[in-house]
């Protein structure tokens, strides 16, 4: 998963040559990184569900999930994917890495990142696939 900023936010995640664009959850955003004169815009979006987080990106059970991109901090968590979302699970990450080994199934990810400006909550939805299942 990559993570920038510049002007906004933005997030993606791939595996192989699938892609996915994060859907934005809300957030405020500063116009500068320093303390000083600036602007601050607030988004507010509607709540992530498992229609707004489709199509789902699959990955087979054990990949590897890596954090990239010029985010300060990434903290995710994880749970079923189902309307409304179910209660998400930290995921344990060491040095922005962290082994998806959930049970095969359709996963909402949430990953807030950090940048001077703000932070920003992302969603994806991701399928978890059975070992030995070529995608």
Not at 54 to 78: D, H, I, N, Y
Not at 106 to 118: D, F, N
Request: proline share 7%.
């Amino acid at each position: 998963m990559t993570f920038t900023a510049g002007d906004r936010a933005e997030a993606e995640a791939r595996f192989g040559e699938e892609t996915s664009q994060a859907f934005v959850g809300s957030h405020c955003w500063s116009s500068t990184e320093e303390d000083g004169i600036g602007s601050v815009l607030c988004v507010d979006t509607v709540a992530p569900t498992a229609g707004n987080l489709r199509p789902v990106l699959q990955v087979p059970q054990g990949t590897e999930l890596w954090v990239e991109g010029s985010a300060r901090s990434v903290k995710c968590f994880m749970g079923w994917l189902r309307s409304p979302l179910d209660t998400m699970a930290r995921i344990e990450m060491t040095e922005g890495r962290a082994v998806l080994d959930q049970e095969p199934g359709e996963y909402a990810l949430e990953c807030s990142a950090t940048w001077p400006r703000g932070g920003v909550p992302f969603f994806f939805g991701i399928e978890i696939m059975p070992p030995g299942l070529k995608l």
